[in-house]
């Protein structure tokens, strides 16, 4: 018998509620937090790479929560969302000397993975300074690559876990909500790229996304 209460992909059913709430009463000092963690290990729910789904986890308990079904413990802190007030990333510098090229003269470029180190700030930056939609952390799984030419930045990109839904893209590949299901984690998002405004080179966008996609299913 179904709940009435679906999040995620996941439909409650009473099983699902005796088990939460056995493992509620089982640990009864524990916060929402390490709760979701242990669900997660006993259920085995995990994303393709092996983290736990332990935010998905927390959204299905706190549904479950507020439709009656189960009485988890008070909140211990005020979650912040950083997309109310984002902090905005520190400025970091770099040669804006305009750089008026054609392609085969600056090739080949180099694409730095730059999440997780010392130049994820700058990649930060420039996105914030020069894309139209500022900086903005991607959601869920991600990658952010700085294209270099020689020593100097000419472009960054970002990629991030795929929505869900998307009509129009799962009506295009022709999936079925079980295959869709099945193979999200295949796809992709492009967060965002930017060609730095100083570079003048023509055909330097298609020529990166063509190499960034031959390049990022091994990434």
Not at 104 to 128: G, H, T, W
Request: proline fraction near 8%.
């Amino acid at each position: 018998m179904e709940l009435e209460i679906k999040y995620r992909g996941r439909v409650a059913t009473p099983e699902d509620v005796t088990f939460i709430n056995e493992l509620i009463a089982q640990n009864p000092h524990d916060s929402r937090y390490v709760l979701s963690k242990k669900l997660c290990h006993q259920w085995n729910w995990v994303q393709p790479n092996g983290a736990l789904r332990d935010m998905v986890c927390r959204g299905f308990m706190l549904a479950l929560h507020r439709a009656g079904y189960i009485r988890l413990p008070p909140r211990r802190t005020d979650m912040v969302n950083p997309l109310v007030n984002p902090n905005r990333p520190p400025l970091v510098r770099a040669d804006q000397t305009p750089l008026v090229s054609d392609l085969k003269r600056v090739r080949p470029l180099e694409f730095r993975q730059v999440r997780r180190s010392s130049s994820d700030p700058m990649f930060n930056s420039l996105m914030e300074q020069h894309h139209y939609l500022g900086y903005c952390q991607p959601v869920g799984e991600h990658l952010k690559y700085i294209v270099f030419a020689g020593s100097r930045p000419v472009a960054c990109l970002s990629w991030s876990s795929a929505a869900r839904h998307i009509g129009c893209r799962d009506r295009f590949i022709g999936w079925p909500p079980a295959v869709r299901r099945q193979n999200l984690h295949l796809i992709a998002y492009n967060h965002r790229f930017l060609l730095l405004p100083w570079v003048c080179i023509e055909h330097l966008a298609s020529h990166i996304l063509g190499r960034m996609t031959r390049m990022l299913s091994d990434h």
